[in-house]
C-alpha cells in the first residue's frame, strides 16, 4: 500500500511541476516579445514580436499533440518509470535551452526549448496510465482527482514564481531567466525521485504496434463520428476561444494597464485560485441541482460575456470583479465536459472517447495562437480577446441546439 502511495504521489509531483513551467512562462514571455521597454526584451519589432509570440505558444502544445499518444503507447512497451525519467530529463534541459535562449537573445533557441518541452513533456497519458495502473477500481475517480489538483496548484503558483522570480526589485539578482533555472532544477529533482522512488506499474507490457500518427487518426475520428462530431467540434471551439483569451491576454494587460512580470503573475495566480475554488466547491454543488448538459451552455454564455467585458473594459480594478465570474464559468465548463463525453461513451469506449476528447483539445490549443499573433499585430492585443468572445459564443450556441438535442435523444433510446 506504501509503495502505490508514493507512486501516486510522485506521478502528482510531476504533473505539478509540468503545470508550474507552463505557469512560470506566462508572465515573462509577453514581456520579452512585446515590450521593448523590459531589460531582456529581445531585438524584435513589437509587431513582429506578436507573431512571433503566436507561434512560440503554438509549438508547446503542437508537439504535445504529436507525441503525447505516442509516449503513451511507449509507456505500454518499456514501462512507465523510463518513460517519465526520460520525458522529466527533456523538460529540465528545455529549461535550461530556455533560459540560454533569454541570455543571448537568442529567438531560436527560444523555440528549440519548447518544441523540446512539448515533445517530452507530453507525459499527461503516462502519468494517466501509471495511477490506473496502481488504482484499485473504487479509487480511480479520487486519484484521477490528484491530477486534476495538481494541474490547479501549478496555475495558480506557476504564474506567481514567474512574475515573483523574475522581478529584481524582490531579490537583486533575479531576472528574466531565473523561473527558468529554477523549473529546471525541480524537473531534474522530479526525474531524480522518478529514478530512485518509482516503483514500475506496468504489470505486463505490450508488443502492439505504436502508430506515430495517433493523433491524426484521433482527429479523423473526431469528424466522422456520428455520435460526438457535435460534441468534438464543441470542444474544438470552446478550447480555440480559451486559448485565444490566455495566449494575448498578458500582452493586453501590458499595453492597456502597463502590467508588469509581478502583475501579470498575481492576476493569473488570482485566475487560478478561483477555477480552483469553482471545482473544489461550486461544481459538486451545482451538480447536484443541474445536469451536465444544462450546465455548460450557461456556462459557455457566461464565459463569452465576460470575455467581451474584459476586451473592452478600460477600468483596473473592474478587470479583477469581472474576472470572478469568468473563472467560475470556466471551472464549470472544464469539469462538465470531460463529465458530460464519459457519461455519454459505453464503458468499452472510454480509453477511445477521452483519447480523441484530448486530441481534439490538443489541436484547438496549438492553431489558436498562430491566428492571435497575426490578429495582434494586424489590429489591437485586445483583437484577440475579442475572437475569444465570439469562438466561445458560437460553441455555446452550438452545444445548446446541436450536441443537447443529440445526447438527449440518445438518452431517451
Known sequence: MHKKSSTIWIVFFTILVDMLGVGILIPVIPLLLTDPAYAYHLPIAVRSGYIVLGFLTAIFPLMQFIATPILGQLSDHVGRKKVLAFSLGGTALSYVVFAIGIIFKNIPLLFASRALDGITGGNIAVAQAAIADESEPQDRARNFGLIGAAFGIGFIIGPFLGGELSNPHLVSWFNATTPFWFAAGLSFLNMLSVIFFFNETLKEKTKAKIRALQSLINI???????????????SFLYTAGFTFFTTFFGVFLIQRFGYDQGDIGLYFAFVGICIAL?????????????????????????????????????????????????????GLVMANL??????????????????ITASVQALGQAIPPIISGYLAATLSARAPVLTAAALVLISAFMFLFLVVPAFNKKEAK
Open 278 to 330: 469553482t471545482q473544489g466547491i461550486l461544481t459538486g454543488f451545482i451538480g447536484k441541482h443541474f445536469s451536465s448538459l444544462k450546465i455548460i451552455p450557461v456556462a459557455l454564455f457566461i464565459f463569452s460575456l465576460t470575455l467581451l467585458a474584459l476586451g473592452l473594459n478600460t477600468i483596473p480594478w473592474l478587470m479583477y470583479v469581472i474576472t470572478i465570474p469568468q473563472c467560475i464559468s470556466i
Open 220 to 234: 479523423q475520428a473526431a469528424l466522422v463520428s456520428e455520435k460526438f462530431r457535435r460534441f468534438f467540434i464543441t
Open 338 to 355: 470531460t463529465a458530460v463525453v464519459s457519461n455519454q461513451s459505453a464503458d468499452n469506449e472510454q480509453g477511445k472517447i477521452l483519447g
